[in-house]
């Protein structure tokens, strides 16, 4: 193999794993957003001209949508309160796919997010997840973040001492 095409597939290796970075960073500051999140970090994960919008029906009504790094940012700062809008929330990503193009990139993930609020009610939601990236500034950034409901459900409690169905240990 030559070392052009070596090269070549080692800058399609490290976008992708930095485009992976930029969800994960995304949803790690998206599991403890409150007060202390560092909001110019949050925002700095989009492009200047970025859109984050809500898909579909469910989503589009309750998120709307969002053009721009600084309309993005105000989004957020809405969910930074004290006391915090989130007393648990924690985000799973699955079902990865990530196409890289030159210095653009596409991603999908499936996402579970499990959420009790400060009121106390706790929710269940999945969501489809399709993520344009651009290179900007040397940085893989988001530049069109989608997100549309699978379902979502309220939960009564996370941790219930209800029996756990086995298979030969139904007692």
Request: hydrophobic residues 40%; glycine residues 8%; charged residues 25%.
């Amino acid at each position: 193999m030559s070392t052009e095409r070596l090269e070549q597939r080692l800058r399609q290796l490290e976008s992708e794993q930095a485009v992976r970075a930029c969800m994960n960073r995304y949803m790690a500051l998206c599991d403890a957003l409150d007060a202390s999140t560092p909001l110019a970090e949050l925002a700095g994960l989009f492009t200047e001209d970025a859109v984050w919008e809500g898909k579909g029906a469910r989503y589009r009504e309750a998120f709307g949508g969002y053009r721009g790094r600084e309309a993005i940012a105000a989004m957020f700062a809405g969910y930074m309160t004290e006391p915090a809008h989130f007393a648990l929330n924690v985000h799973f990503l699955c079902s990865e796919l990530i196409r890289v193009d030159g210095d653009s990139a596409q991603g999908s993930w499936v996402m579970l997010q499990t959420s009790t609020f400060a009121s106390g009610a706790s929710h269940l939601n999945a969501a489809r997840l399709s993520v344009r990236f651009r290179e900007e500034e040397g940085t893989w950034r988001m530049a069109h973040f989608q997100t549309e409901n699978l379902f979502s459900r309220p939960v009564d409690a996370w941790n219930s001492a209800a029996h756990l169905p086995v298979p030969g240990n139904d007692d």
